[in-house]
């Protein structure tokens, strides 16, 4: 038997918000204090998180529910929706999971112990946003800008890969990449956002 509606969305959300807040307390840690248990504390958080909305079975009550709740009820069946969406978008297998949050772990692990070193000397990000906009020496500005940016180079196999992985996933629902999901099932339209992007006019 389908649950009611609004039970389903209580459940749901009182489920999901446990799970974020911890996944954004432990990414907090992590990012603060850049050590690998704060890591891996992130990476099992995050897992939970996605294992939830991952869940076959709430994606199943969520897709009945978003195709037979009633109009009279816009706020719930716009909250139906969102949560079927959600669901749709995390749809894929435990190894895919535990591969991805891995390969996001490690990178955003980079992301956070990197730092740029300019003449010898390593400073911290909050130094390069002050030479940025501050400093009057063009020169000492590229090199550091320059020097803040190698970190694209140890993250980029990681990011490569997250790549292969998440249009992997997209193309076994249908999608042509993980773009193209994430657009859709974010209900942006791709044609119409190109468009903007362009400086074309909308259709």
């Known amino acids: 038997m389908t649950e009611k509606p609004q039970g389903f969305i209580t459940r749901v959300t009182d489920q999901a918000r446990s799970l974020y807040k911890r996944f954004t307390l432990a990414m907090w840690q992590s990012a603060t204090t850049g050590s690998e248990d704060a890591a891996q504390g ?3 958080a995050k ?3 996605m294992r939830f909305w991952a869940d076959s079975d709430l994606y199943q009550t969520a897709k009945t529910l978003h195709e037979s709740c009633p109009e009279e009820d816009p706020i719930q069946r716009r909250t139906i929706k969102r949560i079927y969406l959600s669901s749709a978008k995390a749809q894929q297998d435990e190894a895919t999971i535990d591969t991805i949050t891995e390969l996001e772990t490690r990178a955003q692990q980079m992301f956070y112990n990197f730092r740029a070193v300019v003449d010898g000397k390593s400073i911290t990000d909050n130094d390069v946003e002050n030479i940025l906009r501050t400093h009057h020496d063009p020169e000492y500005v590229r090199q550091v800008w320059e020097a803040s940016k190698r970190v694209g180079k140890e ?15 997209a193309q076994a629902q249908g999608y042509r990449d993980h773009f193209e ?3 859709v099932l974010n209900e942006i339209d791709e044609t119409q956002l190109m468009l903007e992007a362009t400086g074309q006019e909308s259709l």
Not at 155 to 169: I, P, T
């Open 42 to 44: 992130e990476k099992q």
């Open 181 to 183: 999901r994430f657009l």
């Open 47 to 49: 897992a939970a998180l």
């Open 155 to 169: 993250v980029a196999d990681h990011v490569r890969e997250l790549a292969r992985l998440r249009n992997k996933s």
